[in-house]
Protein backbone atom coordinates (compact mmCIF):
# COMPACT_ATOMS: atom_id res chain seq x y z
CA UNK A 1 0.00 0.00 0.00
CA UNK A 2 1.74 3.21 -1.42
CA UNK A 3 -0.61 5.21 -0.47
CA UNK A 4 -1.41 6.91 3.29
CA UNK A 5 -3.64 5.20 5.44
CA UNK A 6 -7.41 6.40 4.93
CA UNK A 7 -9.09 8.86 7.34
CA UNK A 8 -12.67 7.61 8.18
CA UNK A 9 -15.27 9.68 6.21
CA UNK A 10 -17.57 11.35 8.00
CA UNK A 11 -20.10 9.33 9.65
CA UNK A 12 -17.57 6.23 10.03
CA UNK A 13 -16.16 5.21 12.93
CA UNK A 14 -12.53 4.06 13.25
CA UNK A 15 -11.98 0.60 12.51
CA UNK A 16 -10.89 0.12 16.21
CA UNK A 17 -14.21 1.38 18.07
CA UNK A 18 -16.58 -0.25 14.83
CA UNK A 19 -19.23 -2.72 15.92
CA UNK A 20 -19.83 -4.76 12.92
CA UNK A 21 -22.66 -6.56 11.84
CA UNK A 22 -20.86 -9.76 11.51
CA UNK A 23 -22.35 -12.73 8.76
CA UNK A 24 -21.09 -16.24 10.28
CA UNK A 25 -21.35 -19.69 8.69
CA UNK A 26 -22.88 -21.10 12.10
CA UNK A 27 -26.34 -21.03 10.19
CA UNK A 28 -25.32 -22.59 6.96
CA UNK A 29 -23.63 -25.42 8.79
CA UNK A 30 -24.77 -26.18 12.22
CA UNK A 31 -27.58 -24.98 14.63
CA UNK A 32 -25.24 -24.32 16.72
CA UNK A 33 -24.29 -20.23 16.92
CA UNK A 34 -20.76 -18.68 16.59
CA UNK A 35 -19.27 -17.54 19.88
CA UNK A 36 -20.59 -14.99 21.57
CA UNK A 37 -19.79 -11.60 21.02
CA UNK A 38 -20.32 -11.51 17.32
CA UNK A 39 -23.42 -10.31 16.14
CA UNK A 40 -24.85 -12.21 13.05
CA UNK A 41 -27.59 -9.91 11.40
CA UNK A 42 -28.15 -11.93 8.07
CA UNK A 43 -28.04 -8.68 5.86
CA UNK A 44 -25.84 -7.76 3.06
CA UNK A 45 -24.94 -4.97 1.02
CA UNK A 46 -27.24 -4.58 -1.98
CA UNK A 47 -25.27 -5.18 -5.07
CA UNK A 48 -24.79 -2.94 -7.71
CA UNK A 49 -24.77 -4.81 -11.11
CA UNK A 50 -23.40 -2.24 -13.15
CA UNK A 51 -20.18 -2.22 -10.89
CA UNK A 52 -16.67 -4.37 -12.30
CA UNK A 53 -17.62 -7.92 -12.53
CA UNK A 54 -14.08 -9.94 -10.86
CA UNK A 55 -11.23 -9.72 -12.89
CA UNK A 56 -9.88 -13.10 -14.44
CA UNK A 57 -6.85 -14.27 -12.46
CA UNK A 58 -4.21 -17.16 -13.59
CA UNK A 59 -3.78 -18.39 -10.00
CA UNK A 60 -4.84 -21.53 -10.22
CA UNK A 61 -8.16 -22.87 -8.37
CA UNK A 62 -6.61 -23.67 -4.91
CA UNK A 63 -9.75 -25.21 -3.07
CA UNK A 64 -11.53 -27.43 -5.58
CA UNK A 65 -10.89 -31.05 -2.97
CA UNK A 66 -11.40 -29.19 0.00
CA UNK A 67 -15.29 -28.07 1.10
CA UNK A 68 -14.39 -25.44 4.26
CA UNK A 69 -12.31 -22.25 3.93
CA UNK A 70 -10.79 -21.04 7.05
CA UNK A 71 -13.61 -18.19 7.58
CA UNK A 72 -15.97 -18.31 10.57
CA UNK A 73 -17.47 -14.99 9.81
CA UNK A 74 -17.75 -12.11 7.24
CA UNK A 75 -18.07 -8.19 7.76
CA UNK A 76 -21.72 -7.64 6.42
CA UNK A 77 -21.03 -4.24 4.20
CA UNK A 78 -17.48 -3.39 2.76
CA UNK A 79 -14.90 -1.70 4.93
CA UNK A 80 -13.72 2.63 4.31
CA UNK A 81 -11.16 2.04 7.40
CA UNK A 82 -9.62 -1.91 7.30
CA UNK A 83 -7.55 -1.56 4.20
CA UNK A 84 -5.63 1.77 4.02
CA UNK A 85 -6.36 3.19 0.59
CA UNK A 86 -9.37 0.77 -0.62
CA UNK A 87 -12.50 -0.33 0.29
CA UNK A 88 -12.39 -3.59 1.46
CA UNK A 89 -14.44 -7.41 1.96
CA UNK A 90 -13.31 -8.37 5.75
CA UNK A 91 -12.98 -11.87 6.11
CA UNK A 92 -12.53 -13.57 9.55
CA UNK A 93 -11.10 -16.83 10.73
CA UNK A 94 -11.56 -18.23 14.33
CA UNK A 95 -8.95 -18.96 16.92
CA UNK A 96 -6.18 -16.78 18.27
CA UNK A 97 -3.26 -17.56 20.66
CA UNK A 98 -3.19 -14.41 22.63
CA UNK A 99 -5.60 -13.37 25.27
CA UNK A 100 -5.70 -9.79 25.32
CA UNK A 101 -8.15 -8.05 27.38
CA UNK A 102 -8.77 -5.64 25.27
CA UNK A 103 -9.67 -7.49 22.34
CA UNK A 104 -12.57 -6.35 19.94
CA UNK A 105 -13.10 -9.92 18.45
CA UNK A 106 -13.46 -11.96 21.79
CA UNK A 107 -16.02 -14.23 20.26
CA UNK A 108 -13.09 -15.44 17.79
CA UNK A 109 -10.90 -15.87 20.56
CA UNK A 110 -11.61 -19.93 20.22
CA UNK A 111 -11.81 -21.83 17.05
CA UNK A 112 -15.28 -21.82 15.72
CA UNK A 113 -17.90 -24.82 15.42
CA UNK A 114 -19.03 -23.44 11.72
CA UNK A 115 -17.01 -22.30 8.87
CA UNK A 116 -17.95 -20.91 5.35
CA UNK A 117 -17.85 -23.51 2.68
CA UNK A 118 -15.91 -22.44 -0.56
CA UNK A 119 -18.82 -22.06 -2.60
CA UNK A 120 -20.18 -19.58 -0.08
CA UNK A 121 -17.06 -17.45 0.35
CA UNK A 122 -16.78 -17.47 -3.88
CA UNK A 123 -20.57 -15.70 -3.31
CA UNK A 124 -19.75 -13.29 -0.89
CA UNK A 125 -16.59 -12.31 -2.82
CA UNK A 126 -18.64 -11.91 -5.93
CA UNK A 127 -21.02 -9.82 -4.43
CA UNK A 128 -18.51 -7.67 -2.76
CA UNK A 129 -16.36 -6.93 -6.02
CA UNK A 130 -19.84 -6.16 -7.60
CA UNK A 131 -20.17 -3.55 -4.98
CA UNK A 132 -16.71 -2.07 -6.15
CA UNK A 133 -14.83 -3.46 -3.30
CA UNK A 134 -10.90 -3.86 -4.63
CA UNK A 135 -9.46 -4.92 -1.22
CA UNK A 136 -10.22 -8.02 0.75
CA UNK A 137 -9.16 -8.26 4.51
CA UNK A 138 -8.31 -10.99 6.23
CA UNK A 139 -8.27 -10.57 9.91
CA UNK A 140 -9.31 -12.85 13.19
CA UNK A 141 -8.68 -14.21 15.54
CA UNK A 142 -5.40 -15.25 14.19
CA UNK A 143 -4.74 -15.89 10.76
CA UNK A 144 -1.53 -17.51 10.99
CA UNK A 145 -3.11 -20.39 13.11
CA UNK A 146 -5.04 -21.63 10.40
CA UNK A 147 -3.44 -24.61 7.87
CA UNK A 148 -6.07 -22.98 4.99
CA UNK A 149 -4.30 -19.68 4.77
CA UNK A 150 -2.72 -19.82 2.05
CA UNK A 151 -5.63 -21.17 0.09
CA UNK A 152 -7.65 -18.50 1.74
CA UNK A 153 -5.42 -15.70 -0.20
CA UNK A 154 -4.99 -17.59 -3.41
CA UNK A 155 -8.79 -17.69 -3.44
CA UNK A 156 -9.30 -13.93 -3.02
CA UNK A 157 -6.51 -13.37 -5.18
CA UNK A 158 -7.97 -15.09 -7.81
CA UNK A 159 -11.27 -12.91 -7.82
CA UNK A 160 -9.92 -9.97 -8.15
CA UNK A 161 -8.72 -8.60 -4.83
CA UNK A 162 -5.56 -7.03 -3.33
CA UNK A 163 -5.20 -8.83 -0.16
CA UNK A 164 -4.55 -7.48 3.54
CA UNK A 165 -3.16 -9.73 6.39
CA UNK A 166 -3.97 -9.13 9.98
CA UNK A 167 -1.30 -10.89 12.20
CA UNK A 168 -0.23 -10.46 15.56
CA UNK A 169 3.48 -11.71 14.61
CA UNK A 170 3.73 -14.56 16.80
CA UNK A 171 4.12 -17.48 13.93
CA UNK A 172 6.92 -16.35 12.06
CA UNK A 173 7.45 -19.07 9.61
CA UNK A 174 3.47 -19.39 9.10
CA UNK A 175 3.85 -15.35 7.48
CA UNK A 176 7.02 -16.25 5.51
CA UNK A 177 5.26 -18.75 3.71
CA UNK A 178 2.33 -16.70 2.70
CA UNK A 179 4.32 -13.35 2.53
CA UNK A 180 4.96 -12.92 -0.78
CA UNK A 181 1.19 -14.05 -1.82
CA UNK A 182 0.21 -10.24 0.18
CA UNK A 183 -0.11 -7.25 -0.89
CA UNK A 184 -0.22 -5.40 2.77
CA UNK A 185 0.13 -6.40 6.13
CA UNK A 186 -0.66 -4.94 9.46
CA UNK A 187 1.25 -6.71 12.67
CA UNK A 188 0.21 -5.76 16.02
CA UNK A 189 2.47 -4.79 18.32
CA UNK A 190 1.49 -5.02 21.46
CA UNK A 191 3.39 -3.47 23.95
CA UNK A 192 7.32 -4.14 25.05
CA UNK A 193 9.17 -7.35 25.23
CA UNK A 194 9.28 -7.40 28.93
CA UNK A 195 5.34 -6.96 29.07
CA UNK A 196 4.20 -9.42 26.38
CA UNK A 197 3.52 -11.99 28.25
CA UNK A 198 1.42 -10.00 31.22
CA UNK A 199 -0.75 -8.13 28.75
CA UNK A 200 -1.55 -10.76 26.15
CA UNK A 201 -0.75 -14.47 27.86
CA UNK A 202 1.82 -14.88 24.85
CA UNK A 203 5.53 -14.56 26.20
CA UNK A 204 7.59 -15.65 22.51
CA UNK A 205 9.22 -11.88 21.97
CA UNK A 206 11.76 -13.99 20.12
CA UNK A 207 9.13 -14.78 17.33
CA UNK A 208 7.16 -11.23 17.07
CA UNK A 209 11.06 -9.74 16.35
CA UNK A 210 11.39 -12.50 13.86
CA UNK A 211 7.91 -10.80 11.96
CA UNK A 212 9.28 -7.25 12.53
CA UNK A 213 12.15 -8.60 10.69
CA UNK A 214 10.58 -10.16 7.97
CA UNK A 215 8.18 -7.38 6.94
CA UNK A 216 11.47 -5.00 7.25
CA UNK A 217 12.94 -7.27 5.08
CA UNK A 218 10.34 -7.77 2.37
CA UNK A 219 8.85 -5.69 -0.39
CA UNK A 220 5.32 -6.10 0.92
CA UNK A 221 3.81 -2.96 2.16
CA UNK A 222 3.00 -3.15 5.67
CA UNK A 223 2.30 -1.43 8.98
CA UNK A 224 3.18 -1.98 12.78
CA UNK A 225 0.62 -0.77 15.02
CA UNK A 226 -0.27 -0.65 18.79
CA UNK A 227 -3.75 -0.15 20.49
CA UNK A 228 -2.67 2.53 23.35
CA UNK A 229 -4.20 1.99 26.77
CA UNK A 230 -3.33 4.58 29.61
CA UNK A 231 -1.79 2.46 32.49
CA UNK A 232 -0.07 0.50 30.06
CA UNK A 233 1.54 2.57 27.82
CA UNK A 234 2.97 4.67 29.70
CA UNK A 235 6.54 6.83 28.45
CA UNK A 236 8.78 4.50 29.64
CA UNK A 237 7.12 1.54 27.72
CA UNK A 238 6.63 3.11 24.50
CA UNK A 239 10.35 4.20 24.74
CA UNK A 240 11.00 0.55 24.98
CA UNK A 241 9.13 -0.06 21.88
CA UNK A 242 10.46 2.29 19.72
CA UNK A 243 13.95 0.56 20.35
CA UNK A 244 12.82 -2.35 19.52
CA UNK A 245 10.67 -1.72 16.73
CA UNK A 246 13.38 0.59 15.40
CA UNK A 247 13.63 0.83 11.34
CA UNK A 248 9.97 -0.01 10.69
CA UNK A 249 8.48 1.33 7.65
CA UNK A 250 5.15 2.72 9.23
CA UNK A 251 3.96 2.53 12.94
CA UNK A 252 0.66 3.21 14.07
CA UNK A 253 -1.01 4.11 16.80
CA UNK A 254 -4.86 3.81 17.76
CA UNK A 255 -7.19 4.73 20.59
CA UNK A 256 -8.06 2.05 22.89
CA UNK A 257 -11.73 1.46 23.07
CA UNK A 258 -13.82 0.78 25.94
CA UNK A 259 -16.73 -1.90 25.43
CA UNK A 260 -18.87 -3.85 27.21
CA UNK A 261 -18.11 -7.27 25.76
CA UNK A 262 -14.20 -6.91 26.31
CA UNK A 263 -12.59 -9.68 27.88
CA UNK A 264 -10.96 -7.95 30.58
CA UNK A 265 -14.28 -6.49 33.09
CA UNK A 266 -11.73 -3.60 34.09
CA UNK A 267 -11.03 -2.59 30.70
CA UNK A 268 -14.62 -1.91 30.15
CA UNK A 269 -15.08 1.20 31.69
CA UNK A 270 -11.61 2.20 31.11
CA UNK A 271 -11.54 5.69 29.47
CA UNK A 272 -10.98 5.81 25.78
CA UNK A 273 -7.53 6.94 24.97
CA UNK A 274 -7.27 10.81 24.24
CA UNK A 275 -6.02 11.99 20.45
CA UNK A 276 -3.85 14.36 22.37
CA UNK A 277 -1.59 11.56 24.35
CA UNK A 278 -2.00 10.04 20.88
CA UNK A 279 -0.53 12.75 19.29
CA UNK A 280 1.85 13.35 21.61
CA UNK A 281 3.54 9.76 21.22
CA UNK A 282 3.62 10.08 17.28
CA UNK A 283 5.97 13.18 17.45
CA UNK A 284 7.91 11.55 20.73
CA UNK A 285 8.10 8.36 18.49
CA UNK A 286 9.03 10.04 15.33
CA UNK A 287 12.73 8.57 15.08
CA UNK A 288 11.88 5.18 15.35
CA UNK A 289 9.93 4.42 11.98
CA UNK A 290 10.18 5.83 8.85
CA UNK A 291 6.29 7.27 9.87
CA UNK A 292 4.32 7.30 12.43
CA UNK A 293 0.80 8.01 11.88
CA UNK A 294 -2.29 8.37 14.52
CA UNK A 295 -5.46 6.46 13.33
CA UNK A 296 -8.83 7.38 13.85
CA UNK A 297 -8.01 11.30 13.50
Same mark, same amino acid.
Given at each position: ? !???????????????????????????????????? $?? !??????????????????????????????????? $????????????????????????????????????????????????????????????????????????????????????????????????? !??????????????????????????????????????????????????????????????????????????????????????????? !???????????????????????????????????
Amino acid at each position: M !PDDPRKPTAGMRNAEERSPALVSSAGNLTEKPLSSG $LR !PDGKTQTSDLSAPRPRKSNIKNPTSDIPFSPVAAV $LGQASMVDFPGRLAAVFFVGGCNFRCGFCHNAGLLVRPPAYFTWAAIRARAAEFRRSWADGAVISGGEPTLSPGLSELIAELKRQGFAVKLDTNGSR !PDALAAVLGMLDYVAMDVKTAPDRYAALTGFGDTDAIARSMALLRAGATEYELRTTVIEGEHDDATMEAMGAWLCGARRWVLQPFVPREDL !PDPALRSAPRTPLARLRELRDRMAGFADEMLVRGE
